[in-house]
């Protein structure tokens, strides 16, 4: 059985939804929208087909004391939307820095949720950073507006491995001072 956070982890109001820490009750819609290959092959770290228990991991992990990466549901339930949108991360880097990592359920792409919880937690700024980093697969040039709206500027091409394709795929990465 999952737990709630130990680890207190504050809640951003957005202006149609809250980003606030996951818990246990995600776990049915996070099966949902992280099943779907349209999700996965965005991401690095999701598999699919998404195997079973994927979901419960993920939380136990998100719920752990001593993760490097704080997740946040985007919950659209003050604007009667659903209680969950999407997610967006920072992982913990060195040197006061962090990466910020996102997706939006396919039923709400095209709605600027992406960009509000991308603009939400810079604001918040909730690690104390003095810069974050973020990368998108270049095939993905939607996410890439996100960043550069969001102030976010260019820094170079990479690649990285995506779980969902079982390759390498090349992205852009960027930066934003805060």
């Given amino acids: 059985m999952l737990t ?15 980003l606030r820490p996951v818990r246990a009750s995600d776990r049915g819609l996070l099966d949902l929208y992280a099943s779907d290959r349209r999700v996965a092959e965005m991401t690095r770290s999701i598999p699919h ?16 004391p001593d993760r490097d990466e704080d997740v946040w549901a985007m919950d659209g339930t003050k604007s009667n939307l659903s ?3 999407g997610l967006i991360a920072l992982e913990r880097m060195d ?14 792409w095209n709605t600027h949720i992406a960009s509000e919880a991308v603009e939400a937690i810079i604001a918040a700024n909730p690690l104390g950073a003095k810069t974050m980093f973020a990368s998108v697969f270049q095939d993905n040039a939607v996410s890439a507006r996100v960043l550069t709206n969001a ?3 260019y820094i170079g091409d ?11 795929v090349a992205t852009w990465t960027y930066i934003r001072k805060l």
């Avoid at 990479?158 to 390498?168: D, G, I, L, P, T």
């Fill in 4 to 18: 709630e956070p130990t680890v207190e982890q504050m809640t951003i109001e957005a202006a149609r939804f809250d």
């Fill in 49 to 64: 087909p998404l195997p079973p228990g994927s979901s419960e991991a993920f939380l136990r992990r998100a719920h752990a």
């Fill in 83 to 85: 209680e969950l949108l």
């Fill in 95 to 108: 040197r006061d820095q962090c990466e910020v990592g996102y997706w939006v359920a396919p039923a709400f």
């Fill in 151 to 153: 102030g976010f500027e």
């Fill in 158 to 168: 990479a690649e990285a491995f995506s779980v969902a394709r079982n390759a390498k």
